[in-house]
């Protein structure tokens, strides 16, 4: 199962100014340029391209030129389907919102009220479309090479290590090797990933960083103790055709017990092991391992 978010003319609000419709139509283009992947699929109404001409048009003359804004380079993505905008209200309000192998939402700024009884399926930032895609994640298990495969679709703010070149250390994903099996820990990793596609920093202090993680995520987050310093630590990152050498990946997450483990706990050493990679002045979180302990 994976993710929809629907565009209808209700979408937007055209009886409000011109600049009020235009920052609503930059807020969507944005949505769909940062998020849009084979997971997430961005998609309208049979009927919204003539509902819209007609709504222009007929609001105002200075609305007429907003038309080619419904089709620019990145709402033009946007997949035409074969439903009209009443049913799609009728499935997203359903208890699960299922059409064409995904789970429905809807793009919403808030300003109108769509009459949605589910405020999660409404969908106007990168933050929510995160939080209602790790929900899909959470609630529909896949095969390990599959969630591999979905969360790099989701967590666009995420390095993953995929990098088949290397003599060594080519991918991120470990699950196989997980002791309990990576189904028994699904929640925890999930929960990580979506947490850290989110993560601002907020010192440049690493220790107070990893501490705050820890505090938040509720699970046993360090650097590598025992001064080990080996090559196993170290990653090399192919990033848009740039090669970041030997990036420090210490930093992990301690994956020690089952999800939602009550009573006896078996202790596991899974590890998910990260770095940090400084990108156009932008300090990137970077997966290295996902698996056994190393």
């Known amino acids: 199962m994976k993710a929809g978010v629907f565009f209808i003319p209700e979408c937007f609000d055209f009886n409000t100014d011109i600049l009020s419709l235009s920052s609503d139509l930059d807020l969507a283009s944005k949505l769909v340029v940062n998020t849009r992947s084979e997971f997430i699929h961005f998609m309208k109404s049979r009927e919204f391209d003539s509902k819209i001409a007609e709504l222009l048009f007929s609001t105002s ?3 007429a030129g907003m038309m080619s804004r419904f089709y620019d380079q990145h709402l033009s993505k946007v997949i035409k389907m074969d439903i009209n905008d009443d049913d799609i209200i009728d499935i997203i309000n359903s208890e699960e919102p299922e059409y064409s192998n995904r789970l429905l939402s809807i793009f919403n700024t808030g300003k109108k009220d769509l009459n949605i009884k589910y405020v999660n399926r409404l969908i106007d ?8 895609c790790t929900d899909i994640l959470l609630n529909y298990p896949r ?28 991918t991120f994903n470990s699950l196989k090797r997980m002791t309990g099996g990576y189904d028994n820990f699904l929640k925890a990793i999930t929960n990580f990933l979506s947490y850290m596609n989110k993560f601002e920093f907020k010192t440049k202090d690493m220790m107070d960083t990893l501490k705050m993680m820890e ?16 090559r196993s630590l170290k990653r090399d990152f192919l990033i848009n055709g740039k090669l970041y050498t030997n990036v420090n990946c210490e930093f992990h997450l301690k994956l020690e017990n089952v999800d939602d483990a009550k009573g006896n706990r078996k202790h596991h050493k899974n590890r998910i092991y990260f770095g940090f990679i400084m990108i156009s002045d932008n300090n990137r979180v970077a997966i290295a391992h996902i698996g056994e302990h190393i």
Do not use: H, W
């Open 61 to 63: 003359p200075d609305y």
């Open 125 to 132: 930032s990168e933050i929510k479309m995160n939080d209602y």
């Open 143 to 170: 095969n390990d090479e599959q969630y591999c495969e979905d969360i790099q679709q989701v967590y666009r703010n995420l390095i993953f290590l995929d990098y088949p070149e290397a003599k060594e250390f080519k």
């Open 215 to 230: 505090s938040d995520l509720g699970s046993p987050v360090t650097p590598e103790g025992g001064g080990k310093k080996s």
